[in-house]
């Protein structure tokens, strides 16, 4: 008798395990999908909803090309620096390498990512975009030798947690919050993949 029912107890939990892994995967595609719009700061040029294809087409954070939460008039923005992130971040470094202007414009660019809206966290009355802390210590090994009120970056922070929770990166319409890689949804670069840990 319990060899008989064994196959179909297999088969039962086959299909619960199958089952269980597409909820999860339609869960996250939705979540990583999903765009807000803040109700502040350069607001007006980020979309809410769903990510969308940009028309017109952005002019810069072309790898959201496709598929993005802001419109090309906050690309317009970065390009000419008038941005409210740009202004307080890529403006405010002197003698920033190339690798620190890419990490720069990768984290300017993230409002346009399809996945903005799982970086976003609210709180009463106000939003956070929420990066992680490896990606700060990218920041600080990229942008150390980069000047900051006269004084290298490194001298001035020790830890990229440190230089990510510096006044250029809260001086924003919407601060950057500094989270653990593990456990926490974060902003890793453009290359984040884990959206739904």
Same mark, same amino acid.
């Not at 090309?65 to 317009?76: F, R």
């Not at 920033?96 to 709180?123: W, Y």
């Not at 009463?124 to 004084?151: E, M, R, T």
């Given at each position: 008798? @319990? +060899? ?12 619960? &395990?199958?089952?269980? /892994? ?7 595609? /939705? ?20 990510? %969308? ?10 790898? $959201? ?16 620096? @008038? ?23 990768? #984290? ?11 970086? #976003?966290? %609210?709180?009463?009355?106000? $939003? ?18 980069? #000047?900051?009120?006269?004084?290298? &970056?490194?001298?001035?922070?020790? @830890? ?13 319409? &919407? ?8 456990? +926490?949804? /974060?902003?890793?670069? @453009?290359? %984040?993949?884990?959206? /739904?840990?």
């Amino acid at each position: 008798e @319990t +060899q008989k029912r064994a196959p179909q107890l297999m088969a039962t939990t086959r299909v619960w &395990i199958v089952a269980l /892994c597409l909820v999860v995967f339609v869960v996250c595609q /939705c979540y990583a999908q999903q765009c807000v719009q803040p109700v502040r700061g350069d607001a007006h040029l980020l979309v809410s909803g769903n990510a %969308t294809k940009p028309n017109p087409p952005l002019t810069e954070c072309l790898m $959201y090309s496709e598929s993005a939460c802001c419109t090309a008039n906050y690309t317009q923005q970065m390009n000419m620096g @008038t941005d409210d992130v740009s202004k307080n971040l890529l403006l405010n470094f002197v003698n920033e390498s190339p690798q620190c202007q890419n990490l720069l414009t990768e #984290l300017t660019c993230a409002f346009c990512s399809p996945q903005s809206g799982s970086f #976003l966290e %609210t709180a009463p009355n106000d $939003y956070y975009f929420s990066i992680c802390s490896s990606f700060c210590d990218s920041l600080l090994s990229a942008c150390g030798s980069a #000047l900051l009120n006269n004084q290298s &970056i490194s001298s001035q922070f020790s @830890t990229g947690r440190d230089f990510c929770q510096s006044p250029p990166f809260w001086e924003v319409a &919407i601060p950057y919050v500094v989270h653990d890689d593990y456990g +926490q949804i /974060c902003f890793n670069g @453009t290359n %984040t993949t884990r959206i /739904c840990t």
